[in-house]
Structures are given as C-alpha cells and as structure tokens.
C-alpha cells in the first residue's frame, strides 16, 4: 500500500499563490473523485479543507481549491496568509481492499 | 457537536500488544450511517491510515498490519477500541481516531490524538 506522492516542501510570500500535488496511480487517484487535504498545524490534529477533489467543507476559506487531472491531484492556496503555513495531506480512496492512503505530506512556508 | 478522544498507554514494550480506546460524542454507532477509524503519524512522519469500523460492523484494515490488528466497537458506551499486537519500536507514533460518514471517504472530525512509545 503505497503512500501517495507529494513534494516535501512548498512556499510562496504572503498574498502569492501556492500548488501542492499528489500523484497516486489509476488504482487510486485517478480511479476514484474521492481526493480530500488535510491541514495539520505543529501538534495538532489535521482538519479536513478539501473532500471529493474539489468541495470545500463549512468554514475553509475560498482561498483553498482543490483540482485533479489524470492521476495527480492538486491543492492550490490563493492569497497565502500566514496562518496557511503548515502541513499538508492528501488521501484517496483505493478500492475496496486497501480502502484509502495518504500522501507523504508537503511542509507550507509562508515567507 | 462531535468530539473523540483518544486512551491508552503512553508507553509499550516491544513484543506487547497496545490496546487503544476511541471515546466519542455527538453522535452514535447505532444506528446506522458513521463510521470510526484510526489513523497514526510517526514523529516527524506521514499520516497512515490504520482501520475503520462501521456502525453495521463492517471492518477494513490497512493490508499490511492487517494481521496485528483488531477494530472493535462499543455502541453503548460510545468507545471504538483498536489492538495492535507484537509492537516494535517502529510503531511508536501519535494514534488518532476519527469520524466519517458511512457514504464518504475522509474523516471530517479527529481527535486529538494519543502518543505511544514503544521502547524497553
């Protein structure tokens, strides 16, 4: 059960926009519109931003979107703010025996 | 308004099994629709994505540790427990427990998570 694939870092200034990826295979990502993100501050538990590729739960800023193309998915964060600087997971679903795994997780730095 | 928490020891000796409790509210495993899983992240490492148990008894496991774990549930006192057997060091980790709809597949509510050591 292979984690998904995500960069081990990203950053942008405050205001700027930044692009995470998660690349899975078509047994997971790309088989299923089952892709959520997690944001998960030092110490904390992770909170659900993104579910279904592209839906926002009740209380995330628009400034988070979520998108997929093929068998890579992505988290974009539009006009960064400092409290953006964590971070962050992606999931999927993975059929039935796996059921789901989570990527390797990107480090957010707010410069 | 639904919250878990985790339990358990803080520390275990390699070979010994860790038995974890998940005790919630705001909402119940009977009847039907929720569903409680476990997941747990190394220090300085990635989330992993351990079991999950439904209200119908349905049960997953990760298909690697699928021989050292066990998901049960509690409806009437509200608990989910998780036993992982023969622990090694590698196993030290946070442990979460978190809740999800039976229909959906992330976990929209986590506690707050329970470090285990496994150290002799």
């Known amino acids: 059960q292979s984690a998904l694939t995500q960069p081990p870092s990203a950053s942008g200034s405050p205001g700027q926009s930044v692009t995470i990826s998660c690349t899975g295979t078509s047994s997971d990502v790309g088989g299923y519109n089952f892709v959520s993100w997690y944001q998960q501050h030092p110490g904390k538990a992770p909170k659900l931003m993104i579910y279904e590729v592209t839906k926002r739960p009740s209380g995330v800023p628009d400034r988070f979107s979520g998108s997929k193309s093929g068998n890579t998915a992505s988290l974009t964060v539009s006009g960064l703010q400092a409290e953006d600087e964590a971070d962050y997971y992606c999931s999927s679903y993975a059929g039935s025996n796996k059921f789901e795994v989570f990527g390797t997780g990107t480090k957010v730095t707010v410069l | 308004q639904i919250t878990l928490k985790e339990s358990g020891p803080t520390l275990v000796k390699p070979t010994q099994t860790l038995t974890l409790t998940c005790t919630f509210s705001g909402f119940s495993l009977s009847p039907g629709g929720v569903g409680v899983g476990w997941i747990r992240q190394p220090p300085g490492g990635a989330l992993e994505w351990l079991a999950l148990i439904f209200w119908n008894d349905d049960k997953r496991y990760r298909p690697s540790l699928k021989s050292r774990l066990t998901i049960t549930k509690d409806s009437s006192k509200n608990q989910v427990v998780l036993t992982m057997t023969n622990m090694d060091p590698v196993d030290t980790a946070t442990y979460y427990c978190?809740?999800?709809?039976?229909?959906?597949?992330?976990?929209?509510?986590w506690g707050q998570g329970t470090l285990v050591t496994v150290s002799s």
């Open positions: 978190a809740h999800r709809l039976d229909y959906e597949y992330f976990f929209g509510y």
